[in-house]
């Protein structure tokens, strides 16, 4: 099947755009290839320290006989997907002793938890974890030791952090390695219906305590199909995967043959052997397009429109939102999962899964076939199924959805598009997921309440302030404002709003994550407050259309009147939790558009 037309456009586009800063980039790591600080390089003293602590290993490691595979962990056992990782950097330093390698934990990067910070203060160092990530998988990949290396992440700002930190060591191998899925507890559908009846009054705290356990109850990845499962998504498509990798659970024979498959590879695909495969190549224009339409494809998370962006930066490459839009009108929509569908990733992975959908969309001409991934021939590889057979891992063919509600044929899927919006208008520019939102909810218009915290919407629901139909605005809560958290705490309470009959919208420059469910948001809206944008500019009353079927945001006030108004005033930094120590970031991020990242905003990138 040839490249599907828009899609073969929307990547000359991101070609063209991106030539200089992407031969830049590839002038950077083939210099760093040849003349970067490499272990065979290093004073005597330098690699007595680099050696010091691996008794079972110095030997081959002074004799320079394999690779050795430096491991970046996102280990912690507060995060339930990163818990897994306890015992495997152990396992890896024996999988790579199997190939002749040597693997030492180069460093740890934090891995904060969204779902424990979200709606409190913590939540505001969410999107500037990530850039810290960055610096850190940086420091790990510093001391010239390593000739390769396994990135261990999976959560939201976790995976695009590792790779913006790493592929500025992009002349070196380096594989994804995911730690798996949470088997399924409580249906999503239930634990939505508690958290709606707590939002009204309705249960109690304790009934919603236990219904958050019984959803979110084991090690692995939460089960709904928000960022975290989205990286993973993008890592097969993106082939930085082993093939079928994403979604298999944890403590499986499988999960384990996978992860030693993962360091046998990247043992093959050094700079000293015949299949060298380094992370900057893997990692191109084509590789990114394959992300954009496997979000579409599935109806992933709307934290890429900012994360993806940023990846492609750190690699010399630019993609933005109307890329992102032009893909979303021919792109299908063929997997409904949890918030766009019932199923969670466990019944998506049992559908068929990644493989499946990659199948699809090769079929229709809709991914980039030919692009190097870290293991195969090209991303075709990526279309079989992960299994053990003879106790012994293996791929093939996959076969038919094993449930249409869940995976359809890119023929007849679930939509003819992909399920995500820019809108433009007098309030700038913002994006919308509607592929979980109702059709009749795409064109909203009604009067705006703005607010400048979610606290403060939440007590305005509570007091009954919120009955009727409104456009609740919620300013002050982009990258340079306070961090850019997440306004998860407003789902519930917009959700019974809407469920009472309501008009409702959201309109912020903050986010709302993969999870944003059946409510019409306009999110990541640009310019923010704090820099000049229009959102300062509305008042309660004003009449606010959101129309996702024209593309459109705006404030219907008269022209003259919106000219001579003043912006709102911007609310002190407040300071606890750590939040001050972020001042810089806050002062250097770029917007959303860009990626919002300070880091790459700082070293002109």
């Not at 063929?334 to 090769?362: C, H, K, Q, T, W």
Request: proline share 5%; glycine share 10%.
């Amino acid at each position: 099947m040839s490249l599907n037309a828009a899609v073969s456009a929307v990547t000359d586009r991101v070609i063209e755009r991106s030539k200089p800063g992407r031969q830049a980039y590839l002038d950077l790591i083939e210099r760093e290839a040849e003349t970067a600080v490499r272990r065979p390089n290093l004073g005597c003293a330098n690699l007595a320290h680099a050696y010091a602590g691996t008794e079972e290993d110095r030997d081959a490691m002074k004799a320079d006989r394999g690779m050795n595979i430096g491991i970046v962990s996102a280990y912690n056992d507060m995060l339930s997907a990163h818990a897994v990782y306890y015992r495997y950097p152990e396992l890896m330093k024996v999988w790579a002793r199997e190939v002749g390698a040597t693997a030492q934990v180069a460093g740890g990067v934090p891995a904060m938890c969204d779902g424990v910070t979200q709606g409190y203060a913590g939540m505001e160092l969410s999107l500037f974890s990530r850039d810290t990530i960055a610096l850190s998988t940086a420091v790990a990949l510093s001391h010239g030791t390593f000739e390769g290396a396994a990135l261990l992440g999976i959560c939201d700002k976790i995976v695009p952090g590792l790779l913006m930190g790493a592929l500025r060591f992009g002349h070196l191998p380096m594989i994804l390695v995911p730690g798996g899925p949470m088997p399924t507890g409580l249906p999503n559908k239930q634990k939505a219906a508690v958290r709606e009846a707590f939002a009204e009054g309705k249960a109690g705290r304790e009934e919603l305590l236990d219904a958050e356990i019984a959803a979110y109850h084991s090690k692995g990845t939460c089960t709904f199909y928000g960022t975290a499962n989205t990286n993973q998504m993008m890592m097969e498509v993106m082939g930085l995967h082993m093939p079928g990798a994403a979604f298999v659970n944890p403590g499986t024979k499988l999960r384990q043959e996978l992860s030693r498959a993962a360091v046998h590879r990247l043992a093959a695909i050094g700079q000293r052997g015949e299949d060298y495969r380094p992370l900057g190549r893997c990692v191109d224009e084509k590789a990114i397009v394959n992300a954009a339409v496997g979000l579409l494809a599935t109806g992933g998370s709307t934290n890429h429109l900012i994360h993806l962006p940023a990846i492609a930066r750190a690699a010399g490459i630019v993609i933005d939102w109307e890329d992102m839009d032009r893909l979303s009108a021919a792109v299908p929509l063929i997997a409904r999962v949890y918030p766009n569908g019932s199923a969670d990733v466990n019944g998506f992975e049992a559908a068929g899964g990644m493989p499946y959908v990659i199948r699809e969309l090769l079929s229709e001409g809709l991914l980039h076939r030919d692009i190097m991934t870290v293991a195969g021939k090209d991303l075709s590889d990526y279309g079989q199924t992960a299994v053990i057979e003879d106790d012994k891992l293996a791929w093939k063919p996959v076969g038919n959805s094993g449930d249409e509600t869940i995976l359809r044929p890119a023929a007849v899927p679930f939509s003819p598009d992909g399920g995500m919006r820019i809108l433009s208008g007098n309030l700038g520019r913002a994006c919308i997921k509607v592929s979980a939102v109702e059709r009749e909810r795409w064109i909203i218009e009604a009067p705006a309440r703005v607010f400048s915290d979610q606290s403060e919407v939440q007590a305005a629901f509570k007091a009954g302030e919120l009955e009727r139909d409104v456009v609740v605005v919620v300013r002050f809560q982009g990258p340079k404002a306070n961090g850019m958290p997440e306004l998860h705490k407003l789902t519930p309470p917009l959700g019974v709003l809407q469920n009472r009959g309501f008009k409702v919208a959201l309109v912020t420059d903050g986010r709302m994550s993969g999870a944003s469910g059946k409510v019409p948001c306009a999110i990541h809206l640009s310019p923010e407050a704090i820099g000049g944008g229009a959102i300062g500019l509305i008042r309660d009353g004003d009449i606010v259309r959101l129309d996702a079927v024209e593309g459109t945001l705006n404030a219907l006030v008269d022209p003259a009147e919106w000219a001579a108004r003043q912006l709102a005033e911007t609310p002190a930094p407040v300071q606890g939790m750590g939040r001050e120590l972020f001042a810089l970031f806050r002062q250097a991020a770029d917007e959303a558009e860009k990626g919002a990242s300070p880091v790459l905003a700082g070293a002109g990138l």
